[in-house]
């Protein structure tokens, strides 16, 4: 079982939606490729993938 996702459900061509199509924490929009593909958790929060590395990395280097 993964802890996340990737999503593809986020409809990108809708102008209201394009809030929801950003990332919380980087406020950058996802795309379908590259760092900020959306990943999305089984509580329904998406981050974008460099957000997440990022925070795995330092959690990781945390617990050393």
């Known amino acids: 079982f ?3 996702t990737n999503c593809f459900s986020c ?3 809708l102008d209201e939606m394009e809030v ?3 990332c919380p924490v980087c406020l950058e ?3 379908l ?3 900020k593909v959306p ?3 089984p509580c329904g929060h998406s981050f974008c ?3 997440v ?3 795995a990395t330092d959690l990781k280097g945390s617990l050393h």
């Open 49 to 51: 993938s460099s957000c």
């Open 20 to 22: 929801l199509c950003e």
């Open 33 to 35: 490729e590259g760092a």
């Open 39 to 41: 990943l999305i958790f």
């Open 29 to 31: 929009e996802f795309s």
């Open 11 to 13: 409809a990108f061509e």
């Open 53 to 55: 590395e990022s925070l």
């Open 2 to 4: 993964s802890l996340f």
